[in-house]
DNA sequence: TCTGGGGTCCTAGGACCC
DNA sequence: TCTGGGGTCCTAGGACCC
């Protein structure tokens, strides 16, 4: 039986969400900048026509955003956050099974529709989103995930911007697959396409005929599924919606050069710290911890990169144990007199929480483990309350110098009390 | 002056074993 | 010139995604 799914995914996500609450930014160029204001990382269809790439270094820009009156941002990850979430809300009822795909897409099964109804459906699961949210989505229908991501490319190309295409409904299908470049198919980017366009592979329609043991010779195996799934034959189911997370990550650059061990060492206990949070918000525990500092790589003459991995004596999710394991592995990786640029802590091997289990050969007493989980449930509900990094440890450091900046962010609008919008009459 | 951050999966190759 | 043949497990690094 062939499934119907869809892929719903948001227009320019993070400009959407910042012109919900600036509606006079309608029809005007807009783009999100990642953190320290570096590069663009959205962009509303105003601002693309500009040609302003995606990671486009903003300095490089200026030019451009001034000449236009481009409205910049800095990033507002909580507010972005908070509007996925009712997003994804508002979907669930017209699915049957969702799979949250990343922060702006979703794919989802849809209820067995008679083919000629599968454009109106879409058509109303785009009104109820626009409605509830003010964001705009587009709506790819087809077989498999990878058609379904043809499909969106298509409604990018299309002048006519309905949102909506079913692939089953098109009837010039292989001719619109023969103009889309092989790049364009999700899972095949810069070096698959260049390995494929050696074998004369150049368009989806020529990776949709090829000789699958070819693929298979020269991708991977997800290469091979690719081809499959633009065939029609699904090889990417839904996942789980709850599958717990691998790893866990934080890192950032800063927004100046840090050259001593005291800044570095703040800076990287307070990513262990925000990765410490992330893993309790998870319910999971960690065993190894890495940290990796690195010089600027753009200034290639004195690049530096380093990773140094410490495995944690018992799984753990405790703040001031992961603090201790961050400062013994930047000892071996600080080397005095280089300007740092980024930092970062990566957790992994991670397990299940069972904090308050005392462990069977441990020193710890599971009144011991029953105070530490409660320190760091109350310190977690203190900065959910009123901000992150209200209540944290001085190992983080009180003036954070390196902390990235944000100059152009907009209000917490969804999240903050103190920042909900007022409407004036 | 100024160039993001957070993930997953796969594979090749080394170490080790019988 | 020939240099056994399977296995398993682990890790680093590559490739991809948004």
């Given amino acids: 039986m062939t499934l119907v799914l869809a892929l719903i995914d948001c227009d320019n996500f993070y400009a959407s969400c910042e012109r919900v609450f600036q509606p006079r930014l309608e029809s005007q160029p807009v783009a999100v900048l990642s953190n320290n204001d570096g590069c663009v990382i959205a962009r509303s269809n105003e601002a693309k026509a500009l040609g302003i790439p995606m ?18 941002f800095s990033p507002n990850f909580e507010l972005y956050g908070d509007m996925s979430d009712r997003v994804m809300a508002t979907l669930r009822p017209f699915t049957e099974q969702m799979e949250i795909y990343s922060i702006d897409e979703a794919f989802a099964l849809l209820p067995g529709l008679p083919e000629e109804e599968h454009e109106s459906y879409g058509q109303a699961i785009r009104s109820a989103v626009l409605k509830h949210t003010g964001i705009p989505v587009s709506v790819g229908i087809a077989p ?15 002048p006519a911007k309905t949102g909506v295409l079913a692939i089953g409904r098109l009837p010039n299908l292989d001719a619109q697959l023969a103009g889309l470049s092989v790049r364009k198919v999700w899972g095949i980017g810069h070096a698959f396409t260049a390995r494929l366009e050696r074998l004369g592979i150049r368009t989806v329609q020529d990776l949709k005929h090829a000789d699958l043991r070819q693929v298979r010779r020269i991708l991977p195996v997800n290469g091979f599924r690719t081809a499959m799934e633009l065939n029609g034959r699904s090889c990417l189911p839904l996942t789980a919606l709850d599958a717990p997370c691998k790893s866990v990550i934080c890192s950032r650059s800063f927004s100046r050069a840090v050259r001593t061990f005291g800044e570095l060492s703040e800076a990287v206990a307070a990513f262990a710290a925000r990765a410490a949070e992330k893993l309790r918000k998870e319910h999971r525990t960690a065993t190894i911890l890495q940290v990796f500092v690195e010089t600027n790589r753009f200034k290639e003459r004195d690049w530096y990169a380093n990773v140094k991995a410490v495995v944690l004596p018992r799984s753990t999710n405790y703040t001031p144990d992961l603090l201790a394991a961050a400062q013994e ?28 289990q005392p462990d069977l050969f441990g020193e710890t007493s599971a009144g011991a483990l029953e105070r530490r989980s409660q320190l760091m449930k ?23 110098p390196w902390r990235m900046k944000r100059l152009l962010k907009s209000p917490a609008y969804t999240t903050q009390l103190a920042e909900i919008p007022v409407a004036r009459c």
């Fill in 55 to 72: 990671g486009a270094p903003a300095f490089q820009y200026r030019g451009i955003f001034w000449r236009h009156g481009v409205k910049l």
């Fill in 144 to 158: 498999t995930k990878t058609l379904a991501k043809i499909a969106l490319e298509l409604i990018k190309q299309t």
């Fill in 329 to 356: 592995a930047l000892q071996h990786l600080f080397i005095p007199g280089r300007n740092y640029k980024r930092a970062g802590v990566l957790l992994s091997e991670l397990q299940n929480d069972s904090s308050g």
């Fill in 378 to 400: 109350t310190m977690d509900a203190i900065n959910q309350r009123y901000g992150q990094g209200t209540a944290r440890f001085l190992a983080e450091g009180t003036v954070q």
